[in-house]
T-cell receptor, first 115, second 116 residues
């Protein structure tokens, strides 16, 4: 069973379109994340959710809107796609305990190409 | 500000040779440190982590890392590299947000090539 899964794996679209990426985890974790990996392979956090509540929002343009229908799912919707949005988007999850830092487990990534 | 530095962008080693990938961090408190590996076209797989205790930690695939507080380092080592170890390696420091979430600050990665 895949622990953290994402769909789709590849996404090719035109500038200006709206697209969504879905993420599901079956680890029973309370916290989920979205990271962006740019063309230079640099990884940066975008959002984190804990029990469906937004905790971290790293100055991401408001064209990006995460949604967490339940604690096992975190989707990413992107409006008005731009060329600079082309990247690999990774979902991750962790189980946090007070005073500790949980280990994040990553999904396989979604490669978004904006033409 | 917290940061992670991986000084080596690209390393090439011969199969069977030993490997050390460098990682330095900047963080005021006791760090939570991680090494992840990303094979071409794949996601990130956790190799090992350091939270506290023994400063030499063992991971999967024969990797180990040593936490040295005095040098702010967490270098990854493997005594004998296999061709399948060719991948991108990322060091990261984890910042805790009071039990609700954490945030990984990643280094820029080291691309490992293995030659026969």
């Amino acid at each position: 069973d895949t622990a953290v899964s994402q769909t789709p794996k590849y996404l090719v679209t035109q500038m200006g379109n709206d697209k969504s990426i879905k993420c599901e985890q079956n680890l029973g974790h309370d916290t989920m994340y979205w990271y962006k990996q740019d063309s230079k392979k640099f990884l940066k956090i975008m959002f984190s959710y804990n029990n469906k509540e937004l905790i971290i929002n790293e100055t991401v343009p408001n064209r990006f809107s995460p949604k967490s229908p339940d604690k096992a799912h975190l989707n990413l919707h992107i409006n008005s796609l731009e060329l600079g949005d082309s990247a690999v988007y990774f979902c991750a999850s962790s189980q946090e305990l007070a005073g500790q830092t949980g280990t994040q487990y990553f999904g396989p990534g979604t490669r978004l190409t904006v033409l | 500000a917290q940061s992670v530095t991986q000084p080596d962008i690209h390393i090439t080693v011969s199969e069977g040779a030993s490997l050390e990938l460098r990682c330095n961090y900047s963080y005021g408190a006791t760090p939570y440190l991680f090494w992840y590996v990303q094979s071409p076209g794949q996601g990130l797989q956790l190799l090992l982590k350091y939270f506290s205790g023994d400063t030499l930690v063992q991971g999967i695939k024969g990797f180990e890392a040593e936490f040295k507080r005095s040098q702010s380092s967490f270098n990854l080592r493997k005594p004998s590299v296999h061709w399948s170890d060719a991948a991108e390696y990322f060091c990261a420091v984890g910042l805790n947000y009071g039990g609700a979430t954490n945030k990984l600050i990643f280094g820029t990665g080291t691309l490992l090539a293995v030659q026969p």
